[in-house]
């Protein structure tokens, strides 16, 4: 290789590293019955170009809130965002206006959201549907170049007949092709950053590699980092280059994916490891539990969040809030004793 090629190689190397999006201590709250309470609290990682980001965590861990406040989704007016900083492409989309924010959703930042079937318009064909996209951030297109590109579009992300399919409701397809028709609809304006919530719910396990390979595809071809929420594990082992992961709306753990599954230093990731089914799990047993559920947010533990469900909390884990700390360079956690734990099987742990 010339010096000229070397040159130009580095200058990309340096340019693919420059995060694509970066988000610094997000904190959201919701107004209650028992007052404004705290959803998310110091939410932060960075996403390049290319990259899939891994969230997971069980059931009302945040994972969803961050995302949806990532694009100001929050139900209004009890969802609020108190803090933080959302920089895409160097630039705090917190801080544009309402009218360019708009642009940046389903423009440059796509999202798949969790229930196809609640997240389409139910009175709507797809084919209207997909052409509103394009109204709305493309207004310029022609009626025919915008039912070439929606035709196009189907086509892309596997959707059988798509000449018929935009002339039907959601209800008249299954639960695949509705999320297909969902993903279609994300990559409308061909986004820099992709949201997949639970992109997969609900599907089949065929259905569910056929989606995943869906959008390992269209990444490759687009270049587009993917924040990919789940609570399956699996997933982000196939998926994801780096996880976070999250309890009571805070990340307890982050870190490369190969990093955190050889190597887990958070109780809770380690029992979600635990609780994991493996090909030498005995057909028809019963998979182990983690033992109490994520707390509400009226009723947060004191101290680290995990500690009245963690194996190993001690009276200081009670009375301190653990900070992040370094584990290498690249992995994080938030656990005081982290350093004099050892993974264990979630069956060995009694509470």
């Known amino acids: 290789m010339s010096s000229a090629e070397q040159n130009k190689s580095t200058h990309i190397q340096a340019v693919a590293a420059e995060p694509l999006l970066t988000v610094k201590d997000l904190a959201v709250s919701f107004e209650t019955d028992f007052g404004r309470l705290r959803a998310v609290d110091s939410f932060s990682f960075e996403l390049s170009a290319g990259e899939t ?3 997971v965590g069980e059931s009302g861990c945040g994972k969803s809130v961050s995302c949806m406040a990532l694009l100001d989704l929050l139900p209004k007016p009890a969802g609020q965002i108190d803090a933080g900083k959302v920089v895409l492409q160097g ?35 797809i084919g209207k549907q997909l052409a509103e996209m394009y109204e709305l951030h493309k207004p310029g297109y022609s009626s025919e170049r915008v039912t070439s590109e929606c035709l196009e579009l189907l086509a892309r992300v596997g959707v059988p007949s798509p000449a018929a399919r935009l002339h039907v409701y959601p209800h008249q397809l299954s639960g695949g092709l509705r999320q297909r028709v969902m993903i279609a609809m994300a990559l409308t304006c061909k986004p820099k950053v992709l949201i997949a919530d639970e992109p997969t719910t609900a599907l089949d396990a065929t259905i569910q590699a056929q989606i995943l390979l869906l959008l390992q595809d269209l990444q490759k071809e687009t270049n587009m980092g993917i924040v990919m929420v789940t609570h399956d594990l699996a997933v982000v082992a196939q998926q994801c280059d780096s996880v976070l992961v999250m309890y009571a709306g805070r990340v307890v753990e982050e870190g490369p994916v190969e990093e955190i599954f050889a190597n ?12 994991m089914p493996t090909l030498d799990t005995p057909t028809k047993s019963e998979l182990p539990t983690i033992p109490g559920r994520v707390p509400s947010l009226y009723a947060m533990p004191s101290g680290c969040r995990f500690n009245n469900r963690c194996p190993y909390a001690q009276m200081n884990c009670v009375s301190l809030s653990p900070e992040f700390e370094k584990v290498n360079a690249d992995h994080r956690v938030r656990c005081l004793h982290h350093a004099e734990l050892k993974p264990r099987n979630i069956e060995e742990v009694k509470i």
């Open 264 to 275: 887990p230093k958070h109780p809770y990731t380690q029992m979600l490891m635990a609780s």
């Open 91 to 125: 630039t705090d989309i917190r801080t544009i206006s309402r009218e360019e924010l708009y642009k940046v959703r389903g423009g440059e930042v796509g999202f798949i959201f969790q229930d196809p079937m609640t997240a389409l318009n139910p009175v709507k064909t």
């Open 53 to 55: 980001l891994g969230i």
